[in-house]
């Protein structure tokens, strides 16, 4: 049972480079989010998703950028990476029902330099 | 202003003693719902409790239990009998509305430490 799975684990990145966080889910779950945790801190929503075809931005969407082409895949991209996007980032998704959770993956902790 | 804080940023306990983190919220929904979750220092997220804003009772999972004032706006998670593998960081998030796109808002966390 895979549940939540994002990749790379781990990742540097140079000041300007670009990347793709890949994060897919096996639960059919229409809803799926980004978080970054920035060190001692609680989690942030970047962006989610309410199904495909369907992104809108949370609380700290600058600097990134989705797409929701099918139910399971929600790729977070970083263009010209910053050192303020060096955190960990968890995807995560639910049904959107009252009550229930959200699924996380493991997280991906990004260091930018 | 803060829709859920976590006055604790860190706690102690002995080991099997029980001991309980606090969590407020701010919301004007009627209808809301608060988690709990606990993130070992593998960074994992692992759901906990769940309490909805009309459900009568305070929720309840094992060791867990959510002490739910609603007219305080407070929704503190007690753990009894404290165990090694408690010692985590502690989220309580909260999401607004029936679905609200199942969006959540975390507080800033609990770090708990058990003691032999």
């Known amino acids: 049972n895979a549940g939540v799975t994002q990749t790379p684990k781990f990742r540097i990145l140079k000041i300007g480079q670009s990347m793709t966080l890949q994060c897919t889910q096996d639960?059919?779950?229409?809803?799926m989010y980004w978080y970054r945790q920035d060190p001692g801190m609680g989690l942030k929503l970047i962006y989610y998703s309410v199904g495909a075809g369907i992104t809108d931005k949370g609380e700290v969407p600058n600097g990134y950028n989705v797409s929701r082409s099918t139910t399971e895949d929600f790729p977070l991209r970083l263009e010209l990476a910053a050192p303020s996007q060096t955190s960990v980032y968890f995807c995560?998704?639910?049904?959107?029902?009252?009550?229930?959770?959200?699924?996380f993956g493991e997280g991906s902790w990004l260091t930018v330099v | 202003a803060q829709k859920i804080t976590q006055t604790q940023p860190g706690m102690f306990v002995q080991e099997k003693e029980a001991v309980t983190l606090d969590c407020t919220y701010d919301t004007s929904d009627p209808s809301y719902g608060l988690f709990w979750y606990k993130q070992p220092s593998s960074g994992e997220m692992i759901f906990l409790i769940y309490?909805?804003?009309?459900?009568?009772q305070n929720a309840t999972e094992g060791r867990y239990s959510l002490n739910f004032q609603k007219a305080r706006k407070s929704a503190n998670l007690v753990i009894s009998a404290s165990q090694l593998g408690d010692s985590a960081m502690y989220f309580c998030?909260?999401?607004?509305?029936?679905?609200?796109?199942?969006?959540?808002?975390f507080g800033d966390g609990t770090t708990l430490t058990v003691k032999p």
């Open positions: 309490q909805g804003s009309y459900d009568q």
């Open positions: 998030a909260m999401r607004e509305g029936n679905t609200n796109a199942g969006k959540s808002t």
């Open positions: 639960m059919n779950h229409n809803y």
């Open positions: 995560a998704s639910n049904t959107g029902i009252a009550g229930n959770t959200i699924y």
